[in-house]
């Protein structure tokens, strides 16, 4: 079955913009988690999505949000870039039942430059 | 806090020679530890979980609650081993699929 996608690979912004990733989760999958890799800092959750509700959320500040669709699929939009936004944004998806934690199947992520 | 700690950021062995990634953690409860590998141009993916008590490509991991500790093992290191190791801790408390991630070891495994 296919895996998880992302969309796009990668993204050239400018300080200031705004940006939305799009993620479509493995069928059946009703948890979606977003999470930021940089060299720095390495892997952080941002939050998660579990059948279009927020169920938690990392220590991000509020540019960052996100939302989940009925059909699972989940996006995240970052609002007035900053140049420290660059990073690699992962998506993963799990757990068809309500219980956690689950095994998590990571996207290929999108690269996000911030110029 | 809820931290996770990968001191080593670079392992390097040779072929044949036993692995040992270090993990430790922080956590007030009882939580959930999992180690992610991410191979060259492939996708993070879970290598295993420590509920399951599996051994997943000759790698094995114990809780130990005593020393907060979930180390990875290979008696046997192979090349292709060669990775990025992650280990990451969810918090058992509610229904989260949240994952704490340590900063990661590189494995290099010398033929």
């Known amino acids: 079955k296919a895996g998880v996608t992302q969309t796009p690979r990668y993204l050239i912004k400018t300080r200031g913009q705004q940006v939305t990733l799009s993620c479509s989760p493995i069928?059946?999958?009703?948890?979606v988690s977003w999470y930021q890799q940089t060299p720095g800092q390495g892997l952080q959750f941002l939050f998660e999505?579990?059948?279009?509700?927020?169920?938690n959320k990392g220590n991000f500040p509020g540019r960052f949000s996100g939302r989940q669709f009925s059909n699972s699929r989940s996006e995240m939009n970052v609002s007035t870039l900053e140049l420290g936004d660059s990073a690699l944004y992962l998506c993963?998806?799990?757990?068809?039942?309500?219980?956690?934690?689950?095994?998590?199947?990571f996207g290929p992520g999108t690269r996000l430059t911030v110029l | 806090a809820q931290r996770v700690t990968q001191p080593e950021k670079l392992l390097s062995v040779f072929k044949g020679a036993p692995v040992e990634l270090k993990c430790n953690y922080s956590?007030?409860?009882?939580?959930?530890l999992f180690w992610y590998v991410q191979y060259s141009r492939q996708r993070l993916q879970l290598l295993l979980r420590?509920?399951s008590r599996e051994s997943i490509k000759g790698f094995t991991a114990d809780l130990n609650k005593g020393e907060t500790s979930f180390h990875l093992k290979k008696p046997f290191a192979q090349e292709e081993d060669s990775a990025m190791y992650y280990c990451?801790?969810?918090?058992?408390?509610?229904?989260?699929?949240?994952?704490?991630f340590g900063t990661g070891t590189l494995l290099a495994v010398q033929p």
């Open positions: 993963a998806s799990s757990g068809r039942m309500r219980t956690a934690p689950d095994t998590q199947y």
């Open positions: 999505y579990f059948s279009e509700t927020q169920r």
């Open positions: 420590h509920i």
């Open positions: 990451a801790l969810s918090p058992s408390r509610g229904a989260t699929n949240k994952l704490i």
């Open positions: 069928s059946g999958h009703r948890s």
């Open positions: 956590y007030s409860g009882s939580p959930e």
